[in-house]
């Protein structure tokens, strides 16, 4: 088992930044790639990032592609998301998410995720 929290969501204005954490407690994080997701309200659940377990890989949206970062420090039991540029449509709760899969096919698609945070909220002012 996996415990995940998110921190750092916020209200910020169009063009600014925010970085996000997610602690993780419980089993080795480094056994697990980890991921990003978001949801806007009355849409689906959306990729946002993915970072494989030892951080040497990493992988995005198209959407987010230049303007976000995925990082972890395995040592801290930590996952990070530094985003920049922020944009209206950015705005959404933010998921941290950790997953067994060692395919990288496997880290768009939220259902290989084994464990999940409850989430931060993003809000961006235009």
């Known amino acids: 088992q996996v415990q995940l929290v998110e921190s750092g969501g916020g209200l910020v204005q169009a063009g600014g930044s925010l970085r996000l954490s997610c602690a993780a407690s419980g089993r080795t994080f480094n056994n697990y790639a980890m991921g990003w997701f978001r949801r806007a309200p009355g849409k689906e659940r959306e990729f946002v990032a993915a970072?494989?377990?030892?951080?040497?890989?990493?992988y995005y949206a198209d959407s987010v592609k230049g303007r976000f970062t995925i990082s972890r420090d395995n040592a801290k039991n930590t996952l990070y998301l530094q985003m920049n540029s922020l944009k209206a449509e950015d705005t959404a709760v933010y998921y941290c998410?950790?997953?067994?899969?060692?395919?990288?096919?496997?880290?768009?698609?939220?259902?290989?995720?084994?464990?999940w945070g409850q989430g931060t909220q993003v809000t961006v002012s235009s």
């Open positions: 970072i494989s377990r030892n951080g040497d890989s990493t």
């Open positions: 998410a950790a997953t067994v899969a060692s395919s990288a096919s496997a880290y768009y698609r939220w259902e290989m995720y084994n464990y």
